[in-house]
T-cell receptor, first 113, second 110 residues
C-alpha cells in the first residue's frame, strides 16, 4: 500500500518564476492538505482540498493556489516566486476532511534563488 | 506568543534514558498530534489524541485537556529515535488546519 507520494523531491527556481508541486494521497484517502515548512520552523497550513474544492485556507497570499483532481491527487502552484518561498512543502492526506489523522508525504524542497 | 509551545527545544541524552518532551497550547483544541521528522524532511504521524493516554511500542503520549498540556515519552531510548518531534493541534471541530509547534530536536548518543 503506497503512502503519500510527492514530486519532485527537490526543485530550484529563480525569483519571479512559477512552480507546480504534486501530491498523490495514500490509497483510500480523499482529502489533501498542503503545508509550508521554512528552515528551523514548524509547518504552516496552506490549504486543504476535498471533493476537488479548496475547503480551508491558511494565511497565504493568492500567489499560492491549488487543485485537486478526480483521482484525489493534488497540485500546489506558486506564482511570482520570492526568495522567502524557499521551504519544504509537505502534503498530507486523510480519509476525509473531518478531523481524521493526517499522513504526511516526504516533502518537496524548493529553493528560490 | 505561539499558540503551541514545546520544550525543550533541544535534548541530548544517552542511549537507554527515559525521554520526556512537553507541549503546551493556549487555546481549546479538538485533537493533538505528535509527529516525528527525520533529517531530509519526511514526517511520520506518531499519535493523534484528544484525551487520556496512548502507547505504541516504546512511545507513550498523554494529554491533559484541562491543563492544555501533552507529553511524549520515549522509554529505553535508542540512537534511531534521534529526530525532531513536533506537536500539532487542531483547534476545533470543523477546522481542518493543524497548528504546529517548532519542534524538539532529540539526539540520542550511543
Amino acid at each position: 500500500d503506497a503512502g503519500v507520494t510527492q514530486s519532485p523531491t527537490h526543485l530550484i527556481k529563480t525569483r519571479g518564476q512559477q512552480v507546480t508541486l504534486r501530491c498523490s494521497p495514500k490509497s483510500g484517502h480523499d482529502t489533501v492538505s498542503w503545508y509550508q515548512q521554512a528552515l528551523g520552523q514548524g509547518p504552516q497550513f496552506i490549504f486543504q482540498y476535498y471533493e476537488e474544492e479548496e475547503r480551508q485556507r491558511g494565511n497565504f497570499p493568492d500567489r499560492f493556489s491549488g487543485h485537486q483532481f478526480p483521482n484525489y491527487s493534488s497540485e500546489l502552484n506558486v506564482n511570482a516566486l520570492l526568495l522567502g518561498d524557499s521551504a519544504l512543502y509537505l502534503c498530507a492526506s486523510s480519509p476525509g476532511p473531518g478531523g481524521y489523522e493526517q499522513y504526511f508525504g516526504p516533502g518537496t524542497r524548493l529553493t528560490v534563488t | 506568543k505561539n499558540e503551541v509551545e514545546q520544550s525543550p527545544q533541544n535534548l541530548t541524552a544517552q542511549e537507554g534514558e527515559f525521554i520526556t518532551i512537553n507541549c503546551s497550547y493556549s487555546v481549546g483544541i479538538s485533537a493533538l498530534h505528535w509527529l516525528q521528522q527525520h533529517p531530509g524532511g519526511g514526517i511520520v504521524s506518531l499519535f493523534m489524541l484528544s484525551s487520556g493516554k496512548k502507547k505504541h511500542g516504546r512511545l507513550i503520549a498523554t494529554i491533559n485537556i484541562q491543563e492544555k498540556h501533552s507529553s511524549l515519552h520515549i522509554t529505553a531510548s535508542h540512537p534511531r529515535d534521534s529526530a525532531v518531534y513536533i506537536c500539532a493541534v487542531r483547534l476545533d471541530f470543523g477546522n481542518e488546519k493543524l497548528t504546529f509547534g517548532t519542534g524538539t530536536r532529540l539526539t540520542i548518543i550511543p
